[in-house]
Each structure stands twice: as C-alpha cells, then as structure tokens.
C-alpha cells in the first residue's frame, strides 16, 4: 500500500518561499508510469493542482504558477519536494502531495495533507 506524507514549516513569512517533502513508502517514485504531483486548497476554494515530477524526472507546472514553483525530488530518500518563492497571504492552503499512474490519469493516492500560513 502506497503511501505519501507531507512534511514542512506550517508559517512562511511573505515574500520568503515554502519549502515541502513528500515521502513516500510502499514503492518507489521511480516506477513506471507513475507521476507525483502537488496540489493546494486555499480556504473556502477548490482543489489546484500546482505541478508534478513524472517517474523518470519529468516536470509538469501550472502555467499560472510555473514562475515561481519547482519540483524536484531526492530518489535515495524516495521524496519529492516543492518550492514555491515570493509567497503572499493568498498562499494560504492546505498543501497536498499525491500520485496518479499516467500523465493524465486520477490521483488515486493522497496524503494527508499540510497547512501553510503564510503571515508576518
């Protein structure tokens, strides 16, 4: 059983950039066709997918995003992270990290998820 979780600072001055790790267990990030993605529910919105790393080091970002997000990932620790710079209070979410097998299939495995505050 796959399973992902999230890790980071839950305060994020303006201006600065979040930093989040997603590990995983139960597989590797490796395998084939899987893709790694993050996504984010600001308060009282909907789900936004930010961006995703595929199985072979791909990277996928949200056009509206793609300034200032980077995905990486550390394959001897099975993670994945997210950097995301020049944060605002609109950076305000619940941060998730989560996977789908196939670029464009469903995310069928979540963790649990973060909340990031970005406030002075």
């Known amino acids: 059983q796959v399973q992902l979780q999230e890790s980071g600072p839950g305060l994020v001055k303006p201006s600065q950039t979040l930093s989040l790790t997603c590990t995983v267990s139960?597989?590797?990030?490796?395998?084939?066709?899987?893709?790694w993605s993050w996504i984010r529910q600001p308060p009282g919105k909907g789900l936004e997918w930010m961006g995703t790393?595929?199985?072979?080091?791909?990277?996928y970002y949200s056009p509206s995003l793609k300034s200032r997000t980077s995905i990486s990932w550390d394959t001897s620790k099975n993670q994945f992270s997210l950097q995301l710079s020049s944060v605002t209070p609109e950076d305000t979410a619940v941060y998730y990290c989560?996977?789908?097998?196939?670029?464009?299939?469903?995310?069928?495995?979540w963790g649990q998820g973060t909340q990031v505050t970005v406030s002075s």
């Open positions: 989560a996977r789908k097998t196939g670029r464009f299939g469903a995310d069928d495995y």
């Open positions: 139960g597989g590797s990030i490796t395998t084939s066709y899987y893709y």
């Open positions: 790393i595929a199985y072979e080091g791909s990277n």
